[in-house]
């Protein structure tokens, strides 16, 4: 069973950084990994996915401001987002999916998912 943690959300000002932080466990390294984010109101959206044989996906929202990185000492996976701006405000997720049609998916329903992490950004 795939197992997602997510921690480090906050508040924080516009222009600030958080780097939120995902454990992981019950996946293969063939799993696609992603950072989904929902604000109230609004569908989940995908920010960053990590296609283990491809380049990863951003969102065009948040290219250039957001970044996957992982661990490999132990395991764990990161969001880093700097030049963070009051839109970004919402819950934010970490996900694990098999890779579909030699690709990772975009839509969340493919996923498993974890417990979310507030990421609350004041102008």
């Known amino acids: 069973q795939v197992q997602l943690v997510a921690s480090g959300g906050g508040s924080v000002q516009a222009g600030g950084s958080l780097r939120l932080s995902c454990s992981a466990s019950?996946?293969?390294?063939?799993?696609?990994i992603a950072w989904f984010r929902q604000a109230p109101g609004k569908e989940r959206e995908g920010v960053a996915i990590?296609?283990?044989?491809?380049?990863?996906y951003y969102a065009d929202s948040v290219k250039g401001r957001f970044f996957y990185s992982k661990d490999n000492t132990n395991g764990t996976m990161y969001l880093r987002m700097i030049s963070l701006k009051p839109e970004d405000t919402a819950m934010y997720y970490c996900?694990?999916?098999?890779?579909?049609?030699?690709?990772?998916?975009?839509?969340?329903?493919?996923?498993?998912w974890g417990q979310g992490t507030q990421v609350t950004v004041s102008s």
């Open positions: 990590r296609d283990p044989y491809r380049s990863t």
């Open positions: 996900a694990a999916s098999p890779r579909y049609n030699d690709t990772c998916p975009l839509s969340p329903s493919h996923y498993y």
């Open positions: 019950g996946h293969t390294p063939q799993y696609c």
